[in-house]
């Protein structure tokens, strides 16, 4: 899954994909470079973001979408309906919700409605002040326990269950060892029998980890290792920036495993 942001403030890319022809173009070439889907957001949900209007989301994703015009498969990145209603009009396969439906429950009904994919993603807190002091007894349980009730949530409103993949929100509401944690026991997720989607691309944990501790964002380098154990582990859809360097890593480890 490639990444483009189409904001102005997004912690790795901000600004880059801005222009909507610029996006289109950044979508259009990541399918060309092995993307099976392109991840279309309109708002930041980076540590200590506010959130946009929906007018302004708007404004950002549509003609993004109207530029693409269904030729790559889209992924609509929003935890607002009406955002996820117009993409899906203007043919995005799935909506990838940070806040798992529960930001705007009616999300799950419009979903539905189109046959859509859907990611269901956990997060501790909200964005603004979601890293300031994440706790958990045991987080691989307390994060498959939400997004088993999250997968509940929205099958009751109608959607598949066999459109659900499930994300265990690498870097929402979690320090360093948490995601790690995860990552090293994401058999407890897999158990949920749904794909399972990572979003460790670029972030500021795997700085950490390379070796600065007051990094906001990671290395490619660092990315490329942290998918590839992701997949390693039973991840199948990788959330990434750099599409074509990951491509390539993961061709690799797929040819080792
Ligand atoms: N991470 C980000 C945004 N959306 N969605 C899912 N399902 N999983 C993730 O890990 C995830 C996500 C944050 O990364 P990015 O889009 O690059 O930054 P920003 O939120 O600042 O736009």
Redesign the pocket.
Known sequence: MG?V?V?P??????GVHYDPGVAARAARRMAAEGAAIV?V?G????PG?NGVPLDEELRRVVPVLEGLGGDVPVSI?TAKTEVARRALELGAVMV?D?TAFRGDPQLAGVAAEHGAYV?L?HMQGAPRTMQVDPRYDDVAAEVTSFLEERMTFAVAQGVREDRICL?P????GKTVEHNLEILRRLDVLLALGRPV???????SSLGKLAGDPAATTGPLSASLAAAVAAYERGATIL?V?DVREHVEALAVAAALA
């Open positions: 990444v942001n904001t403030d997004s912690f790795s890319d901000g991840d957001g708002e930041s949900t980076r973001s990145d990838n940070v990611c993603m994300d929100g690498i870097g929402f989607l990572i979003g460790f691309s670029r972030k959330r920036h």
